[in-house]
């Protein structure tokens, strides 16, 4: 969608997070945690993302997510601020509301339709379930200490590839048929999410597993028509 609208993804996206961190300032409030993503990192491949690895993306959505991380930063220089940025990993599981592809081939199988993809199985997905999302965005807004770049990476700590995503769900969903060519689905790829800073400053440890997450998930859309 940013490569389709790039002026409207820097407006909605940067501009609307500096009107934020600007209320915050000028309020008087000095912790903002910002939600930044896998995207902030670019393609590395399977190289394992520590938080020194250097941002090159390339779509604009990507761009504007290294853009929010740095004006949180230069705003707790500026003024004196906490601002803590999350790089978050796909969400996925109840209540998650945007399109993805877990959530795609999850609601296929449950309404008996054959899921089909003409490339993807080999896309290695870093997941974090809405959970552990929940857990690591409060632990962030009251920690009492963060590190000096003031980002932190959040998954679930697991990197599973898209076809053993589609053999767990064909266990859970009774005639689930899927055909999905192989290679990625063209987005940029890193190696797994490295998550020692998060656990040591913000106290965050990934609490659900992906056969667990995946299950609630299942269990969640068959009885929400979203």
Not at 17 to 30: D, F
Not at 88 to 106: K, N
Not at 147 to 161: E, I, L
Request: hydrophobic share 40%; glycine share 10%.
């Amino acid at each position: 969608i940013s490569v389709m609208a790039p002026l409207q993804t820097a407006e909605s996206n940067v501009m609307g997070t500096v009107s934020v961190l600007e209320a915050a300032r000028m309020t008087g409030i000095k912790r903002v945690v910002l939600f930044s993503s896998e995207a902030a990192y670019g393609e590395h491949g399977d190289r394992r993302m520590t938080l020194d690895v250097p941002l090159i993306p390339r779509p604009p959505y990507g761009v504007t997510n290294a853009a929010c991380e740095m004006f949180g930063r230069a705003y707790n220089w500026s003024f004196g601020m906490e601002c803590v940025s999350i790089r978050c990993s796909q969400v996925y599981g109840p209540r998650h509301l945007t399109q993805e592809y877990v959530r795609d081939a999850i609601k296929a199988g449950i309404q008996g339709l054959k899921y089909i993809l003409p490339r993807g199985i080999d896309h290695k997905i870093q997941m974090i379930h809405v959970r552990d999302a929940a857990d690591v965005t409060v632990k962030a807004c009251f920690a009492k200490k963060v590190n000096d770049m003031a980002v932190y990476n959040a998954s679930s700590g697991y990197q599973p590839s898209f076809g053993e995503i589609l053999v767990l769900l064909k266990k859970m969903i009774p005639g689930f048929e899927y055909e999905v060519g192989p290679g990625n689905f063209g987005s940029e790829q890193q190696g797994i999410f490295d998550l020692e800073d998060t656990a040591k400053d913000l106290g965050y440890i990934p609490q659900v597993g992906l056969e667990q997450g995946l299950k609630e998930y299942v269990d969640w859309l068959r009885s929400h028509d979203i």
